[in-house]
Structures are given as structure tokens and as C-alpha cells.
């Protein structure tokens, strides 16, 4: 699973919207990641600024 | 808060409150939940309303949420081409920049006012199902869980919906209909505090910057990339700190804020309702896909749910056939627009620097009358055909 920069993330929310998976979770303060997660990367790579670094498949 | 509601909309934005607001009229006993503790922050929004979409959507007019009213749009094209727009003419996204916070919040108020309850610091975490059947939610509440039970949901959970995922609506899309996007307000900056600035090519791939003034000398200036373009992550921000640093009149420019969001440019969705569940605004994906703007679509789709659900309450069914009504009303609005619009971006996102500067150029000598997709096809297909050979079915 990803890991989040929780010194960069706004809680914008572009991650949770756009999971094919529905694998991400805002609860306002931190990002929750679930075990739908199938490690696609796309979270890490649309961050607006950068918060999010890809797992390990 | 009560055990039971006959509507509960998820989500105090424009969307959630206007629905809040008429499903409230129409007599239903309404529930409008905000996660956040406080309605309307943080703004993750440029903040430009367009004065047609306003009238279109029913938004009462309020001066205090009004930052500035704008004369024009103009749109620049790489090599530095102006095309301007005067309001009168401007069919998109030019007529008020507006204080997000305090549009959400009087929004809210006119819900409250209209009969709606309202609860904030209070999250939807899933829906409550028995036999197949939602029948309602589970909070948490001021940091406590509870359950309320309902008829009705009006998912206006925004980008990040949530809602229609758990009913089972479909609001999957693809990366090549996401804009990732950053925004700063900056102070002390040198603009036109009249107009709308929008910046195209490759500054911002598969997207553009927007420069939207709230003063004389502050505004948003944000920028959109295509999802599908960005190679890493924090890549918009890059870009837009690149291209304010070559801004010769934003030298000194002081931050005041920073935000970031997603933004759906998708053709609409085929389904935004499924049984004892309707989505609006950002949540139903009903933004414009040309601008990336969803204010007033979300209001306009939110009172439309909010009539339909108060119909639908009286009427005792609340199935996914009675909620065609819903579909009907916003499609007949807005469909047809965001459709073409959505084939536009299609084309208008691979278009290189060169071919801005000749559009845009083109587009300041010919001029036209009413500014719209479609218009700005027509017009250059009379001077340079060439140019929208690719936009011709939209012709």
C-alpha cells in the first residue's frame, strides 16, 4: 500500500476520488488505506503535490 | 439529531445544501450532514461562478459571498495571443469570483432556513442495508457512532464520494477524464482585477492555469493537469510554481493559501440513481468538462434531487424508476453541453503550443457574438478549416 506524507497531503481527496478500487479512505486528518488496494499506483503518481509513495507489489 | 429522516443528503456543499433546501420545501424531513466542523472550509475551488449558471440553478444572490465581479474572461495562449471575452457575451465561467466559504455557509442557511436539519462534524462511514435494501446510514457524530435510519439518500460527498460506491453506482473514470490541480491565493500580484485569465498549452498539459481575481492585486491562481499526462507525483505544483515564477507582475507575490483537489471531466455518467440513492454535483461526476467548473451544476442537479426526493416521499417510492424524474431534469439542463464539451476536451487537450497561438489569434480577429464550444468551432472553421478537421462531428 501506499504511504502518505502527512507533512505534504491537503486532504484534497483527488486519491480517494479517483481509486479504481475504492482502497482509499479521508477521515479529515489522515489517509486509510484498505486491503483493495491493488498497488496500481495511480494515487502516488496523481497526487497534486506529491504526498503519496507507492508499496511494494 | 433524530433515529429517522424521510431524506438524509451527504455533504453541506452547493450540491448538498441546494438538495437539502427542496427536498426540505417539498415537505420531506430532511437530515444535511457535513464531516467537516465547519460548513464551507476548506475552499477547494477557484472560485469563478458563471452569472447564467447562477440565474439557471436558482442561487439567490447574496452580496457577501460576492469577491468580485468580473468584466471578461480572457484566455492566452502560449506565445502570448489574447482572446477576450466580454461578460455579456461569455456563455462559461465569467460573471462573479466568489468567497467559497461564505457561499457554502449561506447555501446551508437557506436549507436550515427551509426546514432542513442540520448536522455537522458528522461523517456517513457506510450504508445500512436489510435484505438488499438501504434503508440508511451509519454516522460517526461528533465523534460518536450512531445509525439513522432514512428513505432516502442524497449522496453530495463531492470528488471523493463515497455514497454512491457503497449503493453500487458506477462513478469509476478513467485517468484521462482526472485534472489534478493546485491552487495558491496570491497577494500582492499585478492584475487585471476585472477579468478571468485562462492560460493554455503546455504550461499546464491537458489542462491550463487560471488566474482569478478576488481584488485589485489578490487572486487563485491554480493550475489543472491531465491525469494522464503527469509522470510523478506533486507534478502540478511544479508546473505552477515554474510558470509563476516566469510572471513578471508576480515577482512579489505573497501567499495566502494552498489547496489542491481532483476535478472529473468525464461525458456524463449513465447512471447517477439507484434504489433509495440519488448523486449530485461533483459526487454524480456533473461538472463541466471544458472548465473543470461544477458550482452551479451541483446546485442546479442538487434542487433537482431535492424536488424529486420530496416527490418521491409523497409518493411513497422511492425506486430507481421514480428517480428517472431526477435524470431527466438534469440531463435536460446540462447533458447535452457537457457531452460536447467533454468531446472538445477530448481534442482540445493534445492540441500543441503552435496551434493554440493560431487558434487564439484567429479567434481575436474574428470575434463573435456568443461565446461557446461550439461558436468558436464554427468561427475558425471559416478561416482555417484545417484546424477543426478533428472537431468536425461536433459540427
Known sequence: MPTENVNKCLHCGLCVGSCPNNAI???????????DCTECGLCSRICPVGALTPGRK | MDAEYDVVVVGAGPGGSSAAKFAALGGAK???IEKRQEIGTHVRCGEGLARDLL?????????????????GARIISPGGKKFEVDESRAGNEVG????????????????????AHIEVKTSATGVIKENGKIVGLKLIHKGEPKEVRCKIIIGA????????????????????DIMTCVQYRLTNIDIDPKYTEFYAGSAAPGGYIWVFPKNKNTANVGIGLGAHIVKHGGQPKEFLDRWIAKQPGMKNARQLDMVAGGC?????????????????????????????????????SGRDAGKVAAEAIKAGDYSKEFFQKYEKAWRSALEEKLFRNWMAKEKVQKLSDETFDTLIGLLTEVGMENISVFNILKAI???APELVKEFEDLL
Not at chain 2, 440565474?55 to 468584466?71: G, N, S
Not at chain 2, 462573479?96 to 426546514?115: Q, T
Not at chain 2, 460527498?157 to 484521462?176: C, H, K, L, P
Request: charged letters at 25%; hydrophobic letters at 45%.
Open chain 2, 96 to 115: 462573479y469570483v466568489i468567497e467559497r466559504d461564505l457561499f457554502d455557509r449561506a447555501l446551508a442557511a437557506l436549507a436550515g432556513e427551509a426546514g
Open chain 2, 157 to 176: 460527498d463531492g470528488y471523493e464520494s463515497q455514497v454512491g460506491r457503497w449503493a453500487g453506482i458506477d462513478t469509476t473514470i478513467a485517468d484521462t
Open chain 1, 25 to 35: 479512505f479521508l477521515n479529515e486528518v489522515r489517509l486509510e488505506f484498505n486491503d
Open chain 2, 381 to 383: 472553421r471559416e478561416k
Open chain 2, 30 to 32: 430532511t437530515l444535511l
Open chain 2, 55 to 71: 440565474v439557471q440553478a436558482e442561487i439567490p444572490l447574496d452580496r457577501t459571498w460576492i469577491a468580485a465581479e468580473m468584466d
Open chain 2, 264 to 300: 472529473s471531466i468525464n461525458a456524463p455518467l449513465d447512471s447517477v440513481v439507484c434504489d433509495n440513492v440519488m448523486l449530485v454535483g461533483d459526487a454524480a461526476r456533473i461538472i463541466d468538462p471544458m472548465t473543470g467548473g461544477g458550482i452551479a451544476h451541483a446546485c442546479l
